[in-house]
């Protein structure tokens, strides 16, 4: 059964860091790449970033460039978004998603398999 799984996420104070992880089981990420979404209460989602399936390229939305970092270990199984200068505007449930191609796309409607996502909340 393939499955991504996130974690990482938690109440953090403005100004702090984060690191999620989208972790893989029954498949291997070497051929996908990952996006990273998120959705806060009563807004649409949003794309975060994304990343090719070899780690070589990424994309970051505007509002998360600079602060955050997408990476992956594909020896792992996992793909890392690595959240710094945390923001209250950041808050949201991130969900990680994975479609089988090398380029990374931000438009959520492309990926195949989605996470249950993990909540983040900056907050003092």
């Known amino acids: 059964q393939l499955q991504l799984v996130e974690s990482g996420g938690g109440l953090v104070q403005p100004g702090g860091s984060l690191r999620l992880s989208c972790a893989a089981s029954g498949f291997t990420l070497d051929y996908y790449s990952i996006g990273w979404f998120r959705q806060a209460p009563g807004k649409e989602r949003e794309r975060v970033s994304c990343i090719s399936s070899s780690g070589g390229s990424t994309n970051y939305a505007d509002s998360v460039k600079g602060r955050f970092t997408i990476s992956r270990d594909n020896a792992k199984n996992t793909v890392y978004l690595q959240m710094n200068s945390l923001k209250p505007e950041d808050t949201a449930v991130y969900n990680c998603a994975a479609v089988r191609r090398y380029f990374c796309?931000?438009?959520?409607?492309?990926?195949?398999?989605w996470g249950q996502g993990t909540q983040v909340t900056v907050s003092s």
């Open positions: 796309v931000m438009q959520y409607a492309s990926y195949n398999y």
